[in-house]
């Protein structure tokens, strides 16, 4: 059974940073696309930034261009998200999520795909 862990949120201050990991159980996801969502409360769900399986296309939502940056590694099956000069509206949910069933996806369709292997989540609040 395919499993998707993040780790890395917490609680930080208004213009602080801080960098969130994604690894799988159970499968590598080497060839595939992935993606962080985030969901706030009585919001909807959005992209924040997807990669595609080698790294080389990325993809931002235009809120958190400049200021976020993804990155995978591999060789350690890993999808990191580096936070930086956050805001108290980052605040939420941060979800890993990967396209599992079609090698090679693009990373900004991760947008649309509507059947991703997601993670659990983790807790993001910027306090101001």
């Known amino acids: 059974q395919v499993q998707l862990v993040e780790s890395g949120g917490g609680l930080v201050q208004a213009g602080g940073s801080l960098g969130l990991s994604c690894t799988t159980s159970g499968r590598t996801f080497s060839s595939y696309a992935v993606g962080w969502f985030r969901q706030a409360p009585g919001k909807e769900r959005e992209l924040v930034a997807a990669i595609n399986w080698s790294g080389g296309i990325t993809y931002y939502a235009d809120s958190v261009k400049g200021r976020f940056t993804i990155s995978r590694d591999n060789a350690k099956n890993t999808v990191y998200l580096q936070m930086n000069s956050l805001k108290p509206e980052d605040t939420a949910v941060y979800h890993c999520?990967?396209?599992?069933?079609?090698?090679?996806?693009?990373?900004?369709?991760?947008?649309?795909?509507?059947?991703?292997?997601w993670g659990q989540g983790t807790q993001v609040t910027v306090s101001s």
């Open positions: 999520a990967a396209d599992l069933r079609r090698p090679f996806t693009t990373a900004q369709a991760m947008a649309v795909i509507p059947d991703l292997y």
